[in-house]
């Protein structure tokens, strides 16, 4: 089919890039003219793992356009996958109201058309404010000649690529049969690994913040109950270890992923949990509903990277630490995405006390963070590689990066450094001077 993506961010590079790969033409456009002339000659592009490589297999598939209207002539399909940033505590939909203007106007003269949303918008946007856009310039077109679609994405940035490529669901909001017709094509490949899930508009809108609030649930709650760990001298892995081996969550010795959500942190950043969750409240409220549940997921999330940072400091001073390299910068391992990245917050509160802070991230180049060095403490000194001569009395690792290991590993043996891991994930290397969430050495008691 001819698809064009409106909108070459995280989600439109992967979505386009992928239905390349499966065959489809696909028509690239984003109205940020440096984005798209570096996407187009693979430069600077998003970090994605197995992107380049999909770009080089799929090229045949790919055109980019100057403008949308060519974008949207030359293709049957388009997938709208703009931003839809937050604008004091609710969504902003700006991009999403201008791309439905845009295209329904060059749309006007076509028999046949399916505009599909794959931004994440609040229930009922399509409803409420994307068909009344729309019918303005196709009137009773819509639904009969031109079909509105809203498939939500899910995929996890780090491992978008793969995630794409082997969905474990694909949700379709239809107001139409010949939608389905249109998606079975769309979606061929990914067929026989998924089950399309069709339903209305609204609920499959209203999936896309139910999964996120669910995740971000467990994140909070996890981090809570960690904090108390902490507290009182209870190491949180012991606790989420037994609570593991219940058989309504172990299945056949495996255990679920979800778990991972479960690891104690310095709360979930990124460009989705905090944006959807603050969306999902305002939603609600503005439905004369209090979601307080998720009011409180939330304010657990925007403290925890501060009682991170209090809990490293109080012991760092005990101690006399004077210098600190701070592994992980971008919001979670294996993505350059630094959008409301917890990590960020935790260094930079790191920085205001005397203590000499370096950071480091295998993912996060020199390059960006020249670019985005006003989100950064000016004490703050960045590392592009770690030269292993120099000694750190301290290391706070941030991310799950498998890279880290040998790095404090070799400090540890070396020079003793004090390593502090804000997620555990290292927290069965052995090493000498290790503490990190949800594990406070001065208080636990030993068997
Ligand atoms: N990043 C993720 O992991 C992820 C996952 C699931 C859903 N989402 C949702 O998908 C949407 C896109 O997210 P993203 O991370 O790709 O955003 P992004 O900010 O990386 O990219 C959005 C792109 O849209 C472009 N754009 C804005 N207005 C435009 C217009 N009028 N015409 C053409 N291009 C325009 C911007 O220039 C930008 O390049 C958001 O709604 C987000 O919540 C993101």
């Known amino acids: 089919m001819k698809i064009s993506i409106i909108g070459c961010g995280y989600v439109g590079i992967v979505t386009g890039v992928c239905l390349a790969d499966s065959g489809h033409k696909i028509f690239f456009f984003d109205e940020n003219k440096k984005k798209l002339k570096n996407f187009k000659i693979r430069n600077n592009i998003i970090f994605e793992k197995n992107l380049k490589k999909k770009l080089i297999s799929a090229k045949k598939n790919i055109f980019f356009c100057k403008n949308l209207d060519d974008a949207v002539n030359k293709s049957d399909v388009t997938f709208v996958c703009v931003g839809t940033p937050l604008k004091k505590n609710n969504i902003e939909l700006k991009y999403i109201k201008s791309v439905t203007t845009q295209i329904s106007e060059k749309i006007k003269q076509k028999k046949k058309y399916s505009i599909i949303y794959k931004s994440t918008i609040p229930p009922l946007t399509i409803e409420k404010i994307c068909i009344p856009i729309l019918k303005k310039n196709l009137g009773n077109k819509i639904d009969k000649n031109i079909n509105i679609i809203f ?175 701070v592994l992980g910068i971008t919001f979670k391992e294996n993505t350059d995405d630094i959008r409301n990245s917890t990590s960020i917050d935790v260094i930079n509160f790191m920085a205001k006390s005397k203590i000499k802070i370096f950071i480091y991230d295998p993912i996060f180049s020199k390059e960006k963070f020249l670019e985005n060095k006003k989100l950064f403490d000016n004490k703050v000194t960045y590392l592009s590689e770690i030269n292993f001569n120099k000694k750190f009395s301290s290391i706070v690792i941030n991310n799950k990066s498998s890279e880290f290991k040998k790095i404090i590993k070799y400090y540890d043996k070396k020079f003793s450094s004090l390593i502090f891991d804000s997620r555990r994930a290292f927290s069965n290397q052995k090493l000498n001077n290790y503490f990190g969430s949800g594990l406070n050495l001065q208080l636990k008691t030993d068997l």
Do not use: W
């Not at 995630?163 to 939608?179: A, M, Q, Y």
């Open 151 to 325: 498939n939500p994405e899910f995929l996890r940035e780090g491992n978008a690529i793969y995630d794409f490529e082997n969905p474990n669901r694909i949700v379709l909001g239809i107001r139409n049969f010949k939608s389905k017709i249109i998606l079975n094509k769309i979606y061929k490949k990914y067929k026989k690994k998924s089950k399309l899930i069709f339903v209305n508009i609204k609920t499959a809108e209203f999936i896309k913040y139910f999964s996120n609030s669910f995740f971000s649930l467990l994140i909070s709650f996890s981090n809570e109950i960690s904090n108390l760990c902490h507290k009182i001298g209870i190491d949180y892995i012991d606790v989420l270890n037994a609570l593991k081996m219940d058989s309504r969550i172990i299945s056949n010795n495996k255990v679920p992923e979800l778990i991972n959500y479960m690891m104690p942190g310095i709360g979930y950043g990124g460009s989705c949990f905090p944006k959807d969750i603050k969306t999902f409240i305002a939603f609600a409220s503005n439905n004369n509903f209090n979601l307080s549940i998720l009011k409180n997921v939330d304010k657990i999330n925007s403290t925890q990277p501060k009682v991170i940072s209090d809990i490293i400091l109080s012991k760092f001073k005990r101690m006399q630490i004077k210098n600190c390299l």
